[in-house]
């Protein structure tokens, strides 16, 4: 030993990752029925935490769920935004939304996905939805 004392700065314990779907938002409480059928099926078959976020319009807000995850340590945010194409809101809003809480929650990375409605398999679920209808000729 050299006697010098080494100062070690103390970093956050290594990224965890949670899968964030967002939803537009809807003043009906019974409009989120359906999407938290859907988080509760997706949690159940995903390795990582999911949550259900919300837009505008109701709670939780994404800053909500920033708000929930502790300073001590890394997140990343796995944003799966549940539209069916890319209008305003997520060219935009959502973009806007994310730079702005990235700054404020340093320990949080935010990554957004693309939005469900062009992933080839979702195309394939309604295209069989579709063909499951009872055309009454």
Same mark, same amino acid.
């Given at each position: 030993m050299n006697g010098i004392d080494t100062v070690t700065e103390t970093q956050p314990e290594t990224s965890e990752t949670q899968l964030i779907l967002l939803a537009h938002g809807s003043s009906d409480p019974a409009w989120q029925i359906p999407f938290q059928k859907m988080t509760q099926s997706i949690a159940d078959n995903q390795k990582y935490p999911v949550t259900l976020a919300f837009m505008e319009l109701c709670r939780p807000s994404l800053e909500d769920i920033a708000l929930s995850f502790s300073a001590e340590k890394n997140y990343t945010l796995e944003i799966l935004p549940l539209f069916f194409s890319a209008g305003r809101h997520l060219k935009k809003d959502v973009p806007e939304q994310i730079k702005v %809480?990235?700054? @404020?929650?340093?320990h949080l990375t935010l @990554? %957004?996905?693309e939005p469900v409605g062009g992933h080839p398999k979702m195309i394939d679920a309604l295209t069989a939805i579709a063909g499951d209808l009872d055309f009454f000729d």
């Open positions: %809480l990235s700054q @404020k929650y340093p @990554k %957004l996905h």
